[in-house]
């Protein structure tokens, strides 16, 4: 199940919604629990099994680790396979293979696999709850619907924030559903359907449009346009739907870390991956770079640190080149920019002509990163990085076409408002401090609401030029 | 305060920690913050209030979806149980068409000369509206490979089979209608490159001895004083259907001379604004006006022009033959049209929607045309065998749109269950 779509919001969540608002606190985990599995059996009852093998998996794993400490290495090591292992098969198996058969050594087949909905995001929560109970962060949990509730807790489950148990395990056992929570709950999880419905959707559809194409049959133009297209689509579409998921987690209680800090404000790579999927960056450096030395040892090996750990975040986006080649180019930015101490960049350079210049760097890296990340191929990838830099040339006869095709005032309109929502403009907009403020801001979220089911309404019109009848 | 007072007292039913608490210096913005989230929880179950049981949507002409069952027929568990649901709540909820339409207008409102959606297009200028399959080439992927050289060929077969069973094989072929409509939007907006479809008519035309017409020019001309096409729906007007009518009877004379063309000027002329694209069917907005999803007031203000609407006493003369009076003809059959005037020839006709308007004026020319209605995107001649057998008609007419013409790649597809 989708949060855009119509039997979530109109049937999941409203049933839900009552379940909870009026039964006693003491009921609301289960029926969470309850409710989160349906939530992903809803589209993919099978693969419920695999969230439930992951989380029985881990329960084990983690009481075995907190009797038998002595083991606890070996134990370690054994929990984090078995849950690995499920993502390993589902996302990477055929990858490797292609990439196996390629060196033609022998052949493997290719196995048909359907990827389950969100392992990645379960599989890390699950092993973020294993890895606090090793370095015994935290208490293991012995109550195994509260741990259940926690990996699978439907708000976070299919696209994060990645939560790690430390930041939640007090919340499952003590937490109220109050007004101030259910309000301000409410209107993100509205910021968040708008911004996905309104501003992602439509910004998408031009850079599916533009990225349809050959790279040598597009004027270069269109090719900034696609990949600022494609820049705005992928914020806007992630954002929106970790608005949407800790608005839900507010409404029910819970408050979740927040995941995007207005990226693409950022003046350096660093900062960058300060403000960008703030939960999965987070969740690398605690479980990854840290326990690797961090930038505790040498330069070198701080330098190897980065390198592993944007290496392993390329891997964990997606099964292909072109994730990877994304995760080492952020991981290449990052290396250098430690190398030329951004700190004292940040310090340094701070008058207005500097903090512009600083900030266009940025913006370029992670756009020509996201041209690489959207791209089917790494030889599209740099046909099409050719042609924005002027260098694959274009002939006018193979350009099919204008400008007209890809953008009008309407999406002309969704870019400035992709522009104006990036930056930290809106930031005390639910503030609610002034009732002129508030009563502006209510009734324009509600129609933002009114109008984003009328694009989800849109989704579902299938009409056909001859009867189906 | 005193209504918020008593507001506090009643059962503590609703379990949201200080949902009744106003208390508060802001106790103002906090009562429309409760307004907001009411409203919110309203609006949340408004879609699922009434749902749409019908079977049919004839906006979208199709099927809506079915209620899921927990079994299938072969008592399987249906593991698409949940997208089933969704898809039969989404084609069902509560106001779904007002806000299909709500989300057309503020899409294509602020547009100042074209609306895209999908891979239609909308000429708000010229208040005409396109759709990518008749427009070519996106029906033809560019990075597909066409074969232009076998539907040559199977209409090379079907003609010899023709010659041998004493049967005169002639296929009308009509234009694209972005050709003649859309010529406002500016190249490289919509229109690419050549269709396949006129490389396959090309093609044909060079190297079989079939009989084809494509009145692509005569059509040209006739458009430049009345138009033959409708803006609003992708159907030749009754001037199109004429103008091909005319050039296919015209080819049709040099076989059988005796074969006259009804005139024109003895029809009764009339205008409306409205789409009428078969006798049989009521004017409408148009197919893809219809299918564009935009408010009913809003398709009301493209309809902009008149179209000539063609009207005959000869009509009354004309006998016949629906499906209710043969209902077991044939599964394709639509009508058999009798005109004793006609000259003495049996027609069939394997047509699809374009022939609709055809029949304003081809039954007139024969004694007897049997109309059989096709899909538009598959044409299986061997389930026509039989029929144009024993039916053995002198002249034989195959009706398609250019677009349609790859289906004579599969004209002699062995389809299951057919011999």
Same mark, same amino acid.
């Given at each position: 199940m989708l949060f855009s779509s119509i039997t979530f919001i109109f049937v999941f969540l409203p049933i839900l919604l009552a379940l909870c608002f009026l039964t006693k606190q003491k009921y609301h985990n289960i029926i969470l629990l309850l409710a989160s599995i349906l939530f992903y059996a809803f589209g993919e009852p099978k693969y419920v099994l695999i969230m439930l093998s992951i989380i029985l998996i881990s329960y084990i794993g983690t009481l075995l680790i907190d009797k038998f400490r002595s083991f606890k290495k070996p134990l370690l090591i054994l929990t984090i396979i078995s849950n690995l292992s499920f993502l390993i098969y589902f996302k990477y198996f055929n990858f490797i293979v292609e990439n196996f058969n390629s060196l033609n050594i022998f052949h493997i087949d290719l196995i048909k696999i359907v990827m389950p909905i969100g392992i990645s995001f379960y599989t890390f929560q699950a092993l973020s709850y294993v890895l606090d109970v090793y370095k015994e962060e935290v208490k293991v949990q012995k109550n195994l619907y509260k741990l259940a509730l926690y990996i699978c807790l439907f708000p976070q489950l299919v696209a994060g924030p990645i939560i790690k148990y430390h930041d939640i395990a007090d919340q499952i056992d003590s937490r109220e559903i109050d007004f101030d929570k259910v309000n301000i709950g409410v209107k993100r999880f509205i910021i968040g359907l708008s911004k996905k419905m309104l501003i992602a959707n439509t910004l998408g559809l031009v850079a599916d449009k533009i990225f349809a194409q050959s790279p040598d049959t597009l004027p270069h133009l269109i090719t900034w346009l696609g990949a600022f297209s494609y820049t705005f689509q992928l914020y806007f579409d992630f954002s929106g739907y970790s608005d949407m998921a800790i608005g839900l987690g507010l409404i029910f209680g819970f408050k979740f870390m927040e995941n995007f800090n207005y990226p693409y404000i950022s003046k350096s790579i660093t900062e960058f991956w300060r403000r960008w999927h703030i939960s999965l960056s987070t969740w690398f450096k605690n479980y990854v770079y840290i326990p690797l030395g961090g930038n505790k040892g040498s330069k070198l090996s701080t330098i190897r640190n980065l390198g592993f750990v944007f290496l392993l975040t390329g891997i964990w986006h997606g099964a292909a080149w072109t994730f990877i080649v994304w995760g080492i180019w952020h991981g290449a930015f990052i290396i250098i920019e430690k190398l030329v101490n951004i700190k004292e960049i940040d310090e340094k350079y701070t008058k207005i002509w500097q903090l512009i210049l600083r900030h266009i760097y940025c913006i370029l890296i992670f756009t020509i990163g996201w041209v690489i990340f959207r791209s089917e191929t790494l030889n599209y990838a740099v046909n099409y990085i050719a042609n924005m830099f002027f260098i694959l040339p274009v002939n006018e006869s193979d350009v099919v076409y204008d400008i007209g095709y890809y953008v009008d005032v309407y999406e002309i309109i969704m870019f400035v408002s992709a522009i104006l929502c990036s930056?930290? @403009?809106? $930031?005390?907009? @639910?503030?609610? $401090?002034t009732l002129y403020k508030n009563i502006c801001v209510n009734i324009w979220l509600l129609l933002l609401f009114v109008l984003s089911t009328s694009a989800i309404a849109m989704n579902t019109y299938n009409p056909f030029i001859y009867f189906r009848f | 305060m005193t209504l918020l007072r008593n507001l506090e007292k009643l059962p503590n039913m609703i379990k949201i920690k200080n949902f009744f608490n106003l208390r508060n210096s802001n106790n103002v913005i906090k009562f429309t913050d409760r307004i907001f989230v009411i409203i919110f929880l309203v609006l949340l179950v408004i879609p699922v209030f009434k749902i749409n049981m019908s079977d049919k949507s004839m906006d979208e002409n199709r099927y809506l979806a079915k209620f899921p069952l927990l079994y299938n027929e072969e008592r399987k568990f249906n593991s698409r149980i949940g997208s089933d649901f969704n898809d039969w709540l989404s084609d069902r909820f509560f106001l779904r068409y007002e806000l299909i339409k709500l989300n057309r207008l503020y899409s294509c409102v602020p547009n100042i000369n074209y609306c895209l959606w999908n891979k239609d297009v909308f000429d708000k200028k010229n208040n005409v509206l396109g759709t990518y399959r008749f427009f070519g080439l996106t029906d033809f992927d560019k990075k597909k490979k066409y074969d232009i050289k076998k539907p040559a060929e199977n209409i090379q077969k079907l003609n010899d089979w023709c010659k041998q069973n004493n049967i005169k094989l002639y296929i009308l072929i009509v234009p694209r209608q972005s050709d003649f409509i859309i010529y406002n939007i500016p190249n490289r907006l919509y229109k690419t490159s050549e269709d396949i479809g006129e490389k396959i008519v090309k093609y044909a035309k060079e190297h079989t001895d079939a009989n084809i017409i494509y009145p692509y020019e005569e059509m040209k001309e006739a458009n430049k004083t009345t138009p033959v096409f409708f803006k609003t729906d992708h159907h030749w007007t009754q001037t199109g259907a004429y103008v091909g009518y005319k050039a296919l009877v015209q080819e049709i004379k040099k076989d059988f001379p005796d074969i006259n063309i009804v005139d024109i000027s003895e029809y009764n002329k009339s205008t409306n604004k409205m789409v009428k694209i078969y006798y049989k069917s009521p004017f409408n907005y148009g197919s893809m006006l219809r299918n564009s999803g935009l408010p009913n007031w809003y398709q009301k203000r493209i309809m902009d022009t008149n179209y000539i609407y063609y009207s005959t006493p000869k009509f009354d003369n004309l006998n016949i033959l629906n499906k209710s009076d043969l209902p077991d003809f044939n599964e394709n059959f639509d009508c058999i049209y009798k005109y004793d005037k006609g000259a003495n020839k049996k027609v069939l006709l394997i047509g699809n929607s374009y022939t609709g308007n055809l029949m304003e004026f081809l039954p007139?020319?024969?004694k007897e045309v049997l109309s059989l209605s096709d899909n538009y995107r598959k044409l299986y001649f061997n389930k026509y065998e039989k029929l144009v057998q024993s039916y053995k008609p002198d002249i034989m007419i195959i009706n398609i749109h250019t677009v349609n013409m790859v289906i004579f790649n599969n004209l002699y597809k062995k389809v299951k269950g057919e011999e």
């Open positions: 930056m930290p @403009l809106f $930031k005390n907009i @639910l503030d609610g $401090k | 007139f020319s024969f």
